[in-house]
């Protein structure tokens, strides 16, 4: 089940009704755990088995962290977490990878090897419940959080529809006391999340999936693509999978807010950013900050020497790279993307202190910049290999100035999805830009009442007439 079919809106309506009849906290957390459940479900049974598995393992990893006083007894607790959650999404996620890798390596050594691969699905969402799972431990093992003995409430949090297949990845200090503490109908808060779930819906089905046609026209076939074509179907990709994926946190945001929980914010105009560090620090937020605080920090951060600095960052981003995906373009993505952080945070140039909404010193210069750095690291995450993003990109520096290969961006654009896209791309920058101070796009609750009907029916009939009524899955649910 995904956000953007009439099956969730029909199951939106009755858990909500379910929800809000029920009087007693403890009753809505069962209705939430049990919705859920069957949310994650509506994929494959068995994957309900492996996130059970998850939360209950932390769940008594939390109860006994909160009596042990020992040192030791602590640290082994926290590593049975560590292990299980880290063992799980290592398993189902990289096996194959690294049974892969060591096939090579044997065959450059002259050894004959036959490994057994796992012809499995992957469970969706996994990669963001065991994170969130984790960050409860540690930041019970830590002492910033007292663990919880209400164990509906907990699988509530861990599990909750809302954010479970594509985050927010909610921490346990700022969400777990939400399901601890009774809740009452907000309609001002209700209906600000339907705002943002209408934007979303817009962004998911009428810009992402039809940006998507583009990026899969050059990106299926790069032997066959022009450089400017791929150029391009990169730029359009860019864009997708930022409408794609603030796509999906808007709506679980939003769906959020018809519960009564406040979600944490996970993207924040992110191609306004003027440099690398403040692209990190508005792009998949709830991410960026997990790796910050359970990886990059515990690694010594920025309270070390430059080169171990340098260091804590490439490792920080490459492992993010390895949390996308077993590959080892992923892996490159993470690589390119921690070196543009090193300039900044080494103090070869100068970081910015932009605030969000305000227009850089430098004019539009360092966003296009930043932009730019960017969409060259989106070659290696779009491409399905290595040897086709290198290949990319040495078509996008050769074929530059040749006029056969431009020709075959004239003809996409001749097609329908190539004239919608420069379009879709400029109507999305000049609406983010004018409403880059508020917290969405759809923050029009200041407006006449007028004014904010003709937006909401303008947005809702765009989508029906123009959307693509639902028909690809959000990028994020194969992560």
């Known amino acids: 089940m995904t956000f953007t079919t009439l099956t969730f809106v029909l199951f939106l309506a009755v858990i909500f009704t379910v929800y809000w009849s029920a009087k007693r906290c403890e009753w809505q957390n069962a209705v939430i755990a049990l919705a859920s459940y069957a949310f994650y479900g509506w994929w494959d049974y068995r994957f309900c088995a492996l996130m059970l598995a998850s939360s209950l393992v932390d769940f008594f990893v939390g109860l006994g962290l909160g009596r042990a006083r020992r040192g030791g007894s602590r640290r082994g607790l926290l590593l049975v977490s560590l292990a299980a959650n880290l063992g799980m999404l290592g398993f189902f996620k990289y096996f194959n990878f690294f049974a892969d890798q060591f096939e090579v390596l044997a065959n450059a050594l002259g050894w004959r090897v036959d490994p057994i691969t796992l012809r499995v699905l992957l469970p969706v969402g996994i990669s963001f419940y065991t994170f969130q799972t984790m960050s409860y431990t540690i930041d019970v093992y830590r002492g910033q959080l007292k663990p919880t003995g209400r164990i509906i409430a907990y699988l509530a949090y861990v599990s909750s529809f809302m954010q479970l297949v594509a985050g927010p990845i909610e921490r346990g200090p700022h969400l777990l006391p939400q399901f601890l503490n009774p809740r009452r109908f907000d309609y001002d808060k209700a209906v600000d999340g339907c705002r943002q779930v209408l934007w979303g819906f817009f962004k998911k089905l009428v810009v992402a999936d039809q940006l998507a046609v583009v ?52 993207f924040a105009y992110p191609y306004f950013s003027p440099s690398m560090g403040v692209f990190w620090r508005r792009w998949h937020i709830s991410l960026s900050t997990w790796f910050r605080d359970y990886v990059y920090v515990p690694l010594g951060g920025s309270r070390v020497r430059p080169m171990r600095h340098a260091f804590n960052i490439m490792l920080t981003f490459v492992i993010s790279g390895l949390w996308h995906g077993a590959s080892w373009n992923f892996i490159v993505w993470g690589a390119i993307m921690g070196a543009g952080l090193l300039p900044e945070a080494l103090g070869v140039t100068k970081g910015s202190g932009q605030r969000a909404g305000d227009v850089p010193a430098g004019g539009i210069a360092p966003i296009v910049r930043t932009f730019a750095y960017v969409c060259l690291g989106w070659v290696f995450f779009r491409a399905a290999t290595l040897s086709d993003a290198l290949l990319a990109l040495q078509k996008m520096v050769v074929e530059v100035i040749d ?77």
């Open 215 to 266: 990026a899969d026209m050059a990106y299926g076939d790069v032997g066959a693509s022009s450089g400017p074509m791929l150029a391009f179907a990169t730029v359009c990709f860019a864009f997708q999978i930022y409408c794609d994926f603030s796509a999906y946190s808007d709506i679980a945001i939003g769906t959020g807010r018809l519960f009564g929980f406040d979600l944490m914010r996970n």
């Open 403 to 479: 006029p056969a290969a431009w020709a075959a961006v004239g003809e996409l654009l001749d097609e329908k999805e190539g004239r919608a896209a420069p379009l879709l791309i400029g109507i999305i920058l000049a609406i983010e830009w004018a409403m880059r101070r508020h917290a969405h796009p759809c923050s029009i609750g200041h407006l006449p009442r007028w004014k904010r009907w003709v937006v909401y029916s303008v947005l809702f009939w765009v989508t029906i007439i123009f959307g693509s009524q639902g028909q690809m899955q959000f990028i994020y649910f194969r992560f």
